[in-house]
């Protein structure tokens, strides 16, 4: 009985003692949400872009708020600086809104943080009073647009120095100064500018920024530049219009930067081979013959870039053979272009730009590449003759038409067009070496120049009796018969292997 009166006793003081923390909690949460609950009217001491709204609900702080911007508008001025250019700001250029019920009912309710945070926060506000600039944007049209405009203004991305390169200087290259670029701190001049518009007066800011540095550094670049490769082909037995022709279209390439993955072509940089553009008319091949034509010498100039393009291990995109090979290459190593079905084409394919410098002295077409170090000590060609192909001897013609009447009239004269020519099969090799040693090749070409029979022209007239025509000198061609001596005397001419 006595255990059973002791148990009854303890739960009675455990039902006492909870008693008395709840009606402690329940004080302690009306003392603290009941002071800083939300409330219909602002606290004394208020004040919103310098409108006094003590005591007010928020439609009366709204109309009040209203008529002080309406009555203040016009005298607000605001002056925005960086370096010395300035715009002006004035309240006369722009609508009221009033867009701030939102702000308002923040204000009004002041619910933010936790409770203790709270309780400080009104309390301060009751003893010290609360002095609130809304947003400009708010309050303004049209202020934010062109703020936006004079942002625009000021800011600038920073300039990245680089190479500048001058083929025809003695120092090639050179580096350009950067520049820091600008950056407005937007939420610092919107600050500053809520800041003016409560102030309805002149008021000056500063714009605020910061200075961005250029993400590049080149400060060791001009180093890692050099010469990757050089090729120089002669023409000092052209003739001055050849010769104008080829250092024109090299002309077009001097100086050239061709950034990483970029792709060029021969007869866009060059342009059209017209009088217009400066050239000139010189010998030219088509369908296997030498003839005149409008900008003759040009494949000399391609061809001299692509033999220094692919010793600098660049690309080849796109590159064509001659019908009758080049005098001054191997075979497999010339490049014809003309415009509308032969270009040569080519890409870096390097991950920094390639620069070139292209000229023509009196006597040859010179071609160098330069960028970044090349992997191998040096890169070289290697042509190979895989067979001579026989030409098909003489081929008469008679001339009909009387085109050829100055050189022949009648039967039995005979006055040579052309020469036959033999053919050739080749390929084109690259040696890469490192340190004199070869330490890998590849084929880039497999070509073949088709031979070409002679022309030979007869007259078609009759003689009349009594007329003899003087001996012929004009000796007729056999059918060509390949021959060990045939071969090795090819790649003498050839310079090949």
Same mark, same amino acid.
């Not at 609950?37 to 003590?54: A, E, L, P």
């Not at 709270?118 to 049209?142: A, E, F, H, M, T």
């Not at 190479?163 to 600008?182: A, C, T, W, Y």
């Given at each position: 009985?006595?255990?059973?009166?002791?148990?009854?006793?303890?739960?009675?003081?455990?039902?006492?003692?909870?008693?008395?923390?709840?009606?402690?909690?329940?004080?302690?949460?009306?003392?603290?949400?009941?002071?800083?609950?939300?409330? /219909?009217?602002?606290?004394?001491?208020?004040?919103?872009?310098?409108?006094?709204?003590?005591?007010?609900?928020?439609?009366?702080?709204?109309?009040?708020?209203?008529?002080?911007?309406?009555?203040?508008?016009?005298?607000?001025?605001?002056?925005?600086?960086?370096?010395?250019?300035?715009?002006?700001?004035?309240?006369?250029?722009?609508?009221?809104?009033?867009?701030?019920?939102?702000?308002?009912?923040?204000?009004?309710?002041?619910?933010?943080?936790? *409770?203790?945070?709270?309780? !400080?926060?009104?309390?301060?506000?009751?003893?010290?009073?609360?002095?609130?600039?809304?947003?400009?944007?708010?309050?303004?049209?049209?202020?934010?647009?062109?703020?936006?405009?004079?942002?625009?203004?000021?800011?600038?991305?920073?300039?990245? $120095?680089?190479?500048?390169?001058?083929?025809?200087?003695?120092?090639?290259?050179?580096?350009?100064?950067?520049?820091?670029?600008?950056?407005?701190?937007?939420?610092?001049?919107?600050?500053?500018?809520?800041? $003016?518009?409560?102030?309805?007066?002149?008021?000056?800011?500063?714009?605020?920024?910061?200075?961005?540095?250029?993400?590049?550094?080149?400060?060791?670049?001009?180093? #890692?530049?050099?010469?990757?490769?050089?090729?120089?082909?002669?023409?000092?037995?052209?003739?001055?219009?050849?010769?104008?022709?080829?250092?024109?279209?090299?002309?077009?390439?001097?100086?050239?930067?061709?950034?990483?993955?970029?792709?060029?072509?021969?007869?866009?940089?060059?342009?059209?081979?017209?009088?217009?553009?400066?050239?000139?008319?010189?010998?030219? *091949?088509?369908?296997?013959?030498?003839?005149?034509?409008?900008?003759?010498?040009?494949?000399?100039? /391609?061809?001299?870039?692509?033999?220094?393009?692919?010793?600098?291990?660049?690309?080849?995109?796109?590159?064509?053979?001659?019908?009758?090979?080049?005098?001054?290459?191997?075979?497999?190593?010339?490049?014809?272009?003309?415009?509308?079905?032969?270009?040569?084409?080519?890409?870096?394919?390097?991950?920094?730009?390639?620069?070139?410098?292209?000229?023509?002295?009196?006597?040859?077409?010179?071609?160098?590449?330069?960028?970044?170090?090349?992997?191998?000590?040096?890169?070289?060609?290697?042509?190979?003759?895989?067979?001579?192909?026989?030409?098909?001897?003489?081929?008469?013609?008679?001339?009909?038409?009387?085109?050829?009447?100055?050189?022949?009239?009648?039967?039995?004269?005979?006055?040579?067009?052309?020469?036959?020519?033999?053919?050739?099969?080749?390929?084109?090799?690259?040696?890469?070496?490192?340190?004199?040693?070869?330490?890998? !090749? !590849?084929?880039?070409?497999?070509?073949?120049?088709?031979?070409?029979?002679?022309?030979?022209?007869?007259?078609?007239?009759?003689?009349?009796?009594?007329?003899?025509?003087?001996?012929?000198?004009?000796?007729?061609?056999?059918?060509?018969?390949?021959? #060990?001596?045939?071969?090795?005397? $090819?790649?003498?001419?050839?310079?090949?292997?």
């Amino acid at each position: 009985m006595e255990e059973r009166s002791k148990s009854n006793k303890s739960s009675f003081i455990w039902l006492i003692a909870v008693a008395f923390i709840a009606v402690g909690l329940l004080l302690f949460c009306q003392f603290y949400f009941g002071s800083f609950s939300s409330s /219909s009217t602002f606290y004394q001491n208020t004040r919103i872009n310098g409108v006094d709204v003590s005591g007010l609900n928020k439609e009366e702080a709204c109309a009040k708020l209203s008529q002080s911007l309406l009555e203040n508008k016009d005298k607000v001025s605001i002056t925005l600086k960086n370096g010395d250019k300035t715009w002006t700001l004035n309240g006369s250029e722009f609508e009221i809104v009033g867009n701030f019920d939102d702000a308002l009912d923040q204000i009004l309710t002041g619910n933010e943080g936790n *409770i203790f945070e709270n309780k !400080k926060s009104v309390d301060s506000i009751k003893s010290k009073g609360l002095s609130i600039n809304l947003p400009y944007q708010s309050l303004y049209g049209g202020v934010e647009e062109k703020i936006d405009d004079i942002v625009s203004e000021v800011e600038r991305e920073p300039i990245e $120095a680089k190479v500048v390169f001058n083929p025809n200087q003695d120092e090639m290259f050179k580096l350009s100064d950067s520049e820091n670029g600008i950056k407005v701190d937007r939420p610092a001049l919107d600050e500053a500018l809520n800041e $003016a518009f409560a102030s309805g007066d002149n008021y000056t800011i500063n714009i605020p920024f910061s200075e961005i540095t250029p993400e590049k550094s080149l400060e060791n670049a001009l180093e #890692k530049i050099e010469m990757r490769s050089s090729f120089k082909t002669n023409y000092a037995k052209s003739t001055n219009n050849r010769k104008s022709n080829i250092k024109l279209a090299l002309s077009a390439f001097n100086g050239l930067i061709v950034e990483p993955e970029q792709e060029v072509s021969f007869n866009k940089t060059t342009g059209s081979r017209t009088a217009e553009n400066g050239y000139k008319d010189g010998k030219i *091949i088509f369908n296997g013959s030498y003839v005149s034509g409008m900008g003759g010498g040009v494949c000399q100039a /391609s061809t001299t870039l692509y033999n220094a393009l692919i010793r600098s291990d660049i690309e080849i995109v796109s590159v064509c053979h001659h019908t009758l090979p080049a005098s001054y290459v191997p075979l497999s190593f010339d490049a014809m272009v003309s415009e509308g079905y032969a270009d040569l084409v080519f890409k870096n394919n390097l991950n920094s730009p390639i620069y070139i410098k292209a000229y023509g002295t009196d006597t040859e077409a010179v071609v160098e590449i330069y960028g970044a170090p090349l992997e191998y000590s040096e890169i070289k060609t290697r042509s190979e003759l895989v067979k001579v192909l026989a030409h098909g001897g003489d081929k008469v013609i008679t001339d009909k038409d009387g085109k050829y009447s100055n050189k022949v009239i009648y039967k039995g004269e005979y006055y040579r067009l052309k020469y036959p020519q033999e053919g050739y099969e080749s390929k084109g090799y690259l040696e890469y070496y490192k340190d004199g040693k070869l330490v890998n !090749k !590849k084929e880039i070409r497999h070509d073949c120049y088709p031979s070409q029979n002679g022309l030979i022209v007869e007259g078609s007239g009759t003689l009349e009796e009594g007329m003899t025509l003087p001996a012929s000198n004009v000796k007729y061609i056999n059918p060509q018969k390949v021959t #060990k001596e045939t071969v090795e005397n $090819a790649k003498r001419r050839w310079n090949v292997n």
